[in-house]
């Protein structure tokens, strides 16, 4: 990596470029934690319609509507984060334009450092940092690589671009990056999965389908909260819980039996099309 052009300024400008969840999310985590607004601008589509509410304090001025505006676009730092197939229409967008960015951040799978340098070059430098949904309560587990050999002036805008917004966990290899974000990227949405089976089970118990969703939802909110301290542990709440011989024993005794922790790793494994060679 060619680090001579990175002689960013402490008040470098942050280009985001996406309008999906994942780019709300972080948009949204990142101005909570006092990232000045004016130094951001977003690119997205025209057509970009979030599911996902950002932070009320983003004003509206910050973003650029396509990709046709990229002239508009501050590329000091770009944080990627758009699908795969979009990568080709930015980079060509980039080339029209006559310009690169400077240090490019990106969240999009699958997708290595060696294809996004070749892709953005030239003079690119390129960090993988794969965050979750979880940044927009800046409790994101970021994935990042690389990180240990940065310079330290690179590894700084990591850390507060990302590590503002969550926990930074260094990957020490690019493959482990791609394994580990089926399980730490796509894990909210395995948790509030097994908070839905929850959910049904308490339905199948006499339940309208209101009070169980929303029993099952304050579940996950409280389990959050007895976790949120440096003390507290998955296994020392499972044992507080769970009293020698009771129910929540025997519960617990019955998902370990029915091969929970298996069904876990296989769905993972699963997502990264992986499963049948376990087999």
Not at 67 to 81: C, R
Not at 132 to 147: C, E, I
Not at 216 to 237: N, W
Request: with cysteine; aromatic share 6%.
């Amino acid at each position: 990596m060619n680090t001579s052009i990175y002689q960013l300024k402490s008040d470098y400008a942050l280009g985001i470029i996406g309008a999906g969840q994942l780019a709300n999310s972080y948009l949204t985590g990142l101005l909570a934690s006092g990232f000045p607004s004016y130094r951001c601008v977003r690119l997205q589509r025209s057509s970009a319609r979030s599911r996902f509410t950002t932070a009320r304090d983003i004003d509206t001025s910050l973003n650029v509507e396509s990709t046709s505006e990229i002239d508009k676009l501050p590329l000091d730092v770009v944080i990627l984060t758009v699908k795969r197939k979009d990568i080709g229409a930015i980079v060509e967008a980039l080339k029209l334009s006559g310009r690169r960015p400077g240090l490019l951040l990106s969240t999009v799978a699958g997708v290595s450092v060696t294809d996004l340098t070749a892709a953005f070059s030239p003079s690119v430098g390129v960090v993988r940092c794969m965050p979750n949904l979880g940044a927009a309560v800046r409790r994101s587990s970021t994935l990042v690589w690389p990180y240990s050999d940065l310079p330290e002036n690179l590894k700084q805008i990591v850390d507060e671009l990302f590590g503002s917004i969550g926990t930074i966990w260094p990957m020490r290899s690019e493959s482990l990056l791609d394994d580990v974000t089926a399980f730490a990227a796509a894990g909210p949405a395995y948790i509030a999965r097994m908070a839905v089976a929850l959910q049904r089970s308490g339905a199948r118990l006499g339940l309208d389908a209101t009070t169980s969703a929303a029993i099952a939802k304050e579940l996950c909110v409280a389990t959050g909260k007895l976790l949120d301290s440096p003390a507290a542990s998955l296994t020392t709440l499972m044992a507080g819980v769970a009293s020698p011989g009771g129910m929540t024993e025997r519960g617990l005794s019955h998902l370990d039996a029915a091969g929970l922790d298996g069904d876990a790793f296989e769905a993972v494994c699963e997502s990264l099309g992986i499963f049948g060679n376990l087999k």
